[in-house]
């Protein structure tokens, strides 16, 4: 297979942070889910990780984690690297210690609990005073404003977009250095969304935190990363600069559905889809 690479400028070895190198992951022992992939995340940027739905992201973000276990699963080849160290063999809670939280797709946030309640539970891995604490607190509370007001309402009777917010707001009470976001827009209406990745980007700027992001909405990932990678079939097939993927041809028609010739059919993008050019 042939991958095409937008940009074929590969990030400085001074930049790397988040490296995942030739990555091969299998469930049941059997299923091959992903074939070789190699990514990087530089420090203190945004790093869409697209495709469609089954195209491997959500594992990907996983075996960063550490969770595949939990499901079957296990990274048999390759290696995560976080800060030059390698942090495959850790246990989840470890790798939170050591800065990298992922935000799981579906929010799962405790529904039984208050929103502040939940906020709460992810400052359980770090030594922190009251004081500390609620300065904490008041962190999230200020990207986050929503939350302050509704923060005595228990989870399960809010918005998506508050269980969202408060998905990413727990994490943030972990201190991380670097966040993995599965599907923030997912169930989502347009305006959160909008939102959403208004704050991503306010927490990327202000507070230097990485994101490896992964999302199906390929516009609106592509409008605030940085860089992007898109899986097909659990293999990397097209990585680059955001903007120059936002503008590429072949992405504009396989995951837009627009074309040089304007917007054009399910039917003809499906038809054309089968001869992928970065596929050939």
């Known amino acids: 297979m042939t991958v095409a690479t937008v940009s074929t400028e590969a990030a400085p070895a001074a930049e790397r942070y988040l490296t995942i190198n ?14 070789g992939v190699s990514l990087n995340v530089p420090k203190g940027k945004i790093v869409a990780l697209l495709g469609a739905n089954g195209a491997g992201k959500t594992t990907t973000l996983k075996a960063i984690s550490n969770l595949l276990r939990a499901e079957r699963g296990d990274v048999t ?41 939940n906020l709460l539970t992810g400052a359980y891995t770090r030594s922190i005073s009251r004081s500390g604490l609620k300065d904490a607190l008041e962190k999230v509370y200020h990207y986050f404003p929503r939350l302050k007001t509704r923060r005595g309402t228990q989870a399960g009777y809010t918005s998506g977009g508050e269980q969202q917010m408060c998905a990413i707001g ?28 208004g704050i991503v980007k306010d927490l990327n700027q202000k507070e230097n935190v990485s994101f490896l992001l992964a999302e199906q909405n390929t516009l609106m990932a592509l409008r605030y990363a940085d860089f992007g990678y898109i899986l097909e079939n659990g293999r990397v097939v097209m990585e680059g600069d955001a903007e120059n993927l936002r503008t590429n041809e072949d992405v504009k028609e396989f995951y837009l559905g627009l074309s040089s010739s304007g917007r054009k059919s399910f039917k003809d993008v499906k038809h054309y889809r089968r001869r992928k050019r970065w596929l050939s």
């Open 22 to 35: 030739n990555i091969e992951v299998i469930y049941d022992h059997v299923i091959l889910v992903l074939k």
């Open 170 to 197: 727990r994490a943030l009470m972990a201190k991380p250095e670097m966040i993995l976001l599965d599907e923030p827009s997912m169930g989502l209406a347009p305006q959160i969304v909008e939102e959403i990745f």
């Open 77 to 117: 080849k390759g290696s995560v690297e976080f800060k030059g160290n390698r942090v495959d063999q850790l246990s989840p809670n470890e790798l939170v210690r050591r800065g990298v939280i992922q935000v799981m797709e579906g929010r799962h946030c405790f529904a039984h609990l208050t929103l502040e309640e």
